[in-house]
């Protein structure tokens, strides 16, 4: 089994780190930049880089904070916001990304998905889906940060991208994201148990426990985690030492280098 | 110098390997060209994507050739992840594909369920431990420079059978199977890994590797 992955999640509007609630109200946090080195410093395990207007605007700007972020930060980086072709894969995997994040390009064509993951390998591609809770033990994906119905279900949607190739899948509770009131763990789980690939939870971390039931009950194998870090609520290595001491398969502190 | 080469086949994010290995101290000189990859004093063979359409890559340019040659002329070549898995003899990914056969045995699927039969996730994606299989085991190979049960970055949907199991030095377990998770033959090794984004760590063994 891997370790359950402690991801960082930095939300740019460039050039800033900015955080909302609910995916609104944004607010500046910072230099992305400097809150990623801060995090690979602290034992991050990867980062997530999300341009979250990119996709209003049609643009990406995350190309620059990648690469400058690249130069000393020797951890794997998904990059998200905005990608709708393989030359914006290319240019964003070039820059020093590992791994990127598709959601509305992939919504409006699915075939997206086939062409990247061909192209790239299913391990590169990632679909992220904002869900929203629109009945008892059902989620709609949504787009733009929650504004854009799509009219897709979240779960059916991460079947079919799973059966398109991706090769993990973010899912984003739109309802709890930014309110420190834990992931909605039944989404999580509802996904986790319908797909073949890696799950990523997002949305709604305010305190270690949270992390424990989500991975527990939710059945993630990767945990996003923003306000609480961004805030200094918690530290990573305290959100590490505590997730160790409840017994999660984390990556354990690295044992210093024995040589140079 | 050491001339470090970069076997750039068009495959990959050649960005963080340079940028790891300069961090190390190295000048990494990216080629496409057999020749100059003779002329080098190491290489590492990179990769991400699929095993066949990176062989295609390689034949197309001449580098197999070139590969083999530096390796026979006991020059350390450095394979990671594809890289490493096309080290050997032939793998079964979207059919079955002849690889550099520098050293003995096949690259295979990882299993889809666990050794308790439960289904498993694919790819295997994160954090795992490196696993030494005898003590000492890791003496005089890059991984001398890590303690064993440090923790690397994963990410493959196959893996690496040797037909030595001796050419396997490192193994981590995924799902319950222990799986190759470095290659030492000589002066031929790999990592299945990616040590240019496992921290730390990483770093230590790609200084080891240049040392």
């Known amino acids: 089994m891997a370790n359950i992955r402690l991801i960082p999640r930095l939300d740019v509007k460039a050039p800033n780190l900015i955080k909302g609630v609910h995916l609104e109200g944004l607010r500046v946090v910072g230099s992305p930049g400097e809150f990623a080195r801060r995090y690979y410093e602290e034992g991050a395990d990867e980062l997530l880089y999300m341009d979250i207007v990119a996709s209003l605007y049609g643009r990406n700007n995350l190309e620059q904070i990648v690469s400058d972020t690249a130069r000393d930060v020797f951890i794997p980086m998904c990059v998200g916001g905005g990608i709708r072709s393989v030359d914006d894969a290319t240019r964003l995997l070039r820059a020093g990304a590992d791994k990127v994040a598709i959601n509305t390009a992939a919504i409006a064509n699915p075939g997206l998905i086939e062409t990247l993951s061909r192209r790239f390998g299913s391990q590169c591609i990632v679909l992220s889906i904002e869900a929203k809770q629109t009945r008892a033990g059902g989620w709609e994906a949504f787009t733009d940060n929650g504004r854009e119905k799509t009219g897709r279900d979240a779960i059916a949607w991460a079947i079919e991208a799973a059966e398109r190739g991706v090769g993990e899948i973010l899912v984003t509770s739109v309802d709890r994201e930014g309110t420190r009131k834990g992931f909605d763990i039944a989404l999580a789980d509802a996904i986790a148990g319908a797909v073949p690939v890696p799950v990523i939870a997002s949305g709604g971390m305010g305190s270690v426990e949270h992390l424990v039931e989500v991975v527990r009950n939710g059945h993630v194998d990767a945990v996003a985690m923003a306000d609480v870090l961004h805030y200094e609520r918690l530290s990573l290595k305290e959100i590490r030492r505590a997730a160790l001491d409840a017994g999660l398969a984390v990556r354990p502190e690295a044992p210093a280098a024995l040589a140079s | 110098m050491t001339k470090i080469a970069v076997i750039d086949y068009g495959a990959g994010n050649l960005f963080s390997i340079a940028r790891a290995l300069e961090h190390c101290g190295a000048t990494p000189v990216f080629t496409a ?32 050739a070139a590969i083999a040659e530096l390796a026979a002329a006991g ?42 039969g439960a289904p498993q996730k694919v790819p295997h994606i994160g954090w795992n431990d490196l696993c030494e299989p005898a003590p000492g085991r890791w003496a005089g190979t890059p991984l001398a420079a890590i303690a064993p049960g440090t923790s690397a970055y994963f990410v493959h949907s196959f893996a690496a059978v040797p037909a030595d199991g001796r050419d396997a030095i490192a193994t981590c377990v995924y799902g319950g199977h222990a799986i190759t998770a470095a290659v030492q033959r000589d002066n031929v090794c790999g990592c299945q890994f990616h040590p240019e984004r496992s921290g730390p760590a990483g770093l230590s063994i790609i200084r080891q590797f240049l040392a």
């Open chain 2, 33 to 64: 060209d057999p020749d100059s990859l003779r002329k080098a004093d190491r290489a590492i063979l990179p990769g991400v994507g699929a095993f066949g359409d990176g062989m295609a890559a390689l034949r197309q340019a001449s580098l197999s």
């Open chain 2, 75 to 116: 020059n350390p070549v450095l394979g990671i992840c594809l890289g490493m898995q096309m080290l050997f003899d032939a793998s079964e990914e979207f059919g079955d594909h002849t690889g550099l056969a520098l050293i003995p045995g096949r690259v295979l699927p990882l299993p889809r369920t666990r050794a308790d």
